[in-house]
């Protein structure tokens, strides 16, 4: 019941709130998300999770383009699915336009409270502290660097590859987790 991108904001905002209702609660980690092909619902929650963690609009699209890898193929922040997202996500912020803002009045409106967002910030990020000087509609400060962190220790594998986008090559460093 979860569906992507613009539309999925628009009419299933409900069962967006109940995913983040989940990732509040400390008890749950960890979490792995994904979907069927890790590219659009599994993106949309990954997207909003990082608005709401302060990743900027250009990192949150550089994740968009590595769901790259998935069954559906190249994806391209130009395409009318990634901007009519982050048209929704901005729409929630009237007065500045941010991702930030939109996505935490965007929760705020679906009924997520403000202790859960904070609880998401501080799994994530070790940080207590609002992003926002007084209310989430103010932002007057550079966007933050989301840092992951594991309880366990893990190990990557990396290899190298390339995938053609729009008549010119990317290099991309992909991972596996074992």
């Given at each position: 019941?979860?569906?992507?991108?613009?539309?999925?904001?628009?009419?299933?905002?409900?069962?967006?709130?109940?995913?983040?209702?989940?990732?509040?609660?400390?008890?749950?980690?960890?979490i792995i998300c994904h979907c069927r092909a890790g590219a659009d619902r599994a993106g949309t929650v990954s997207a909003?999770?990082?608005?709401?963690?302060?990743?900027?609009?250009?990192?949150?699209?550089?994740?968009?383009?590595?769901?790259?890898?998935?069954?559906?193929?190249?994806?391209?922040?130009?395409?009318?699915?990634?901007?009519?997202?982050?048209?929704?996500?901005?729409?929630?912020?009237?007065?500045?336009?941010?991702?930030?803002?939109?996505?935490?009045?965007?929760?705020?409106?679906?009924?997520?409270?403000?202790?859960?967002?904070?609880?998401?910030?501080?799994?994530?990020?070790?940080?207590?502290?609002?992003?926002?000087?007084?209310?989430?509609?103010?932002?007057?400060?550079?966007?933050?660097?989301?840092?992951?962190?594991?309880?366990?220790?893990?190990?990557?594998?990396?290899?190298?590859?390339?995938?053609t986008i729009k008549k010119e090559t990317k290099r991309i460093e992909m991972f596996d987790l074992c």
């Amino acid at each position: 019941g979860l569906y992507p991108y613009q539309y999925g904001l628009q009419n299933y905002g409900d069962q967006y709130r109940d995913v983040f209702k989940e990732i509040a609660k400390p008890e749950n980690y960890p979490i792995i998300c994904h979907c069927r092909a890790g590219a659009d619902r599994a993106g949309t929650v990954s997207a909003l999770l990082e608005a709401i963690l302060g990743c900027s609009e250009r990192q949150m699209g550089e994740d968009y383009q590595w769901t790259s890898l998935s069954v559906y193929g190249i994806r391209d922040t130009a395409s009318p699915l990634w901007q009519g997202l982050i048209s929704e996500i901005k729409s929630y912020d009237p007065k500045n336009r941010t991702v930030l803002a939109g996505a935490w009045n965007y929760f705020l409106d679906k009924g997520l409270t403000f202790d859960e967002l904070m609880a998401i910030r501080k799994l994530f990020l070790n940080d207590g502290r609002p992003p926002f000087p007084d209310t989430p509609i103010v932002i007057n400060r550079p966007p933050l660097i989301v840092r992951y962190t594991t309880k366990t220790p893990f190990f990557m594998l990396f290899t190298t590859t390339a995938i053609t986008i729009k008549k010119e090559t990317k290099r991309i460093e992909m991972f596996d987790l074992c």
